[in-house]
């Protein structure tokens, strides 16, 4: 079995309470020599309430580990492109969402992989920056809360709202950079993905997988196929997406922020040096105070009930697709399980940030839902979950599908 990537100690403070801080534990133990801070005084006058520029710099790092990456070859973008396209048209078969036959089909590295993605989250992740930054305008700080000389604390209250931004594009940039050195597609984690569906392969994750777990390397490709296509299918329906991007943007528009946690660390700061503010960028999880409100176990609620129905109706499509066109396929799914359990501090990252904590538990809901349905009423009721937002099941339906058939033969 492989390494996991992403199995090392996180660096955050460790009397963090990582059940109400999402950035408590995360991994900061970064290398950041790739990231020019000699144009730092310019990055906190830019823009926004999240530095782009810094986070798809620190993106890029982290996703190549500071090294050139191999280029993708011809060969393996025109078989994935041709094996991209046949699993559309079995994927429509079975399922009749015609839609995803206009998704576009690319080969690409991670580094293609976090440019693609910092903009496809940028909604959800300007939201959570929004609701971060209203809380460190100058006017909300009180200097006599920073612990440093009178003088020195005026400065640095003026400092901390162009700081902020800075500290949260490095968030964003190592979430996105870490996601992408796991990611074999698009549609490895229910990303709240603002976009419409593509269709992306990222080569050099897929061969080292396929390397790490000896399978067949065309089998493989047509499996990561099918699930990227099934899943693009699901997203093609235009209420899945913004339900996906809604129930996200709502989460990390509920976080309670203390902007007197940023007292934290900040007595050795000097205001007139650039310099020192890149030992801040250590640990930014020590900076950015904020709480899970009462609220967002509710809107968590939800989201975990549509990810497991998202997830559920994948993988009984890509097992009644895969299954009977793929020699190898139970080996694969098998190892593709493996790889879903360990995603270590992958998954965790996106949790911790966005609020997606979609676990063992809910794939196997998911799971459950889609072969209850199916065994009592066959493939075409599942399908009825994508005709309308009120179609998606709640949690009691969730695990009792017996009552989601009941309530929409009610709508027949």
Known sequence: MPDDPFDKPANGDANDDESSSPFAGLPFDIDLSGIDFSMLTRALQSSGPLNWEVASQLATVVATEGNDEPSVSAEARTELDELAHAAQTHVVAETGLAATFTASVRAIDRKEWTALHLDALKPVLE????????????????????????EAAE?????????????????????????????????????PTADEPSLCFVVRNIDEFESDWSLDRTDLRFY?????????????????????????????????????????????????????LQALTDHPNELLGAMRSPRQDEILQRVRVMHAVVEGYADAILARVGGRLISSFDRIHEAMVRHR????????????????????????RGAKFCDGVMEREGIDALHRLWERPEMIPTPNELDAPGLWLARIELDL
């Open 224 to 276: 990561v196929a099918i699930h990227e296509v099934v899943h693009a299918a699901e997203r093609s329906v235009p209420w899945v997406r913004q339900r996906l991007l809604d129930l996200a943007t709502e989460y990390v528009a509920a976080y309670e922020v203390d902007p007197t946690a940023l007292s934290i660390r900040f007595g050795d700061l000097d205001p007139s040096d650039p310099s020192s």
């Open 155 to 191: 400065a640095i209250a003026g400092i901390i709202p162009m700081l902020v931004p800075l500290l949260l594009g490095m968030q964003a940039g190592s979430m996105v950079g870490y996601l992408a050195q796991h990611a074999l597609g698009r549609y490895d984690l229910p990303l």
């Open 341 to 364: 359990l360990e995603r270590g501090e992958a998954e965790r990252f996106v949790e911790g940030l966005l609020g997606l904590a979609t676990g063992l538990e809910d794939y196997e």
């Open 127 to 150: 939201r959570l920056a929004e609701t971060f930054g209203g809380a460190f305008q100058t006017e909300a700080l009180d200097p006599s809360d920073i612990e440093a000389p009178p």
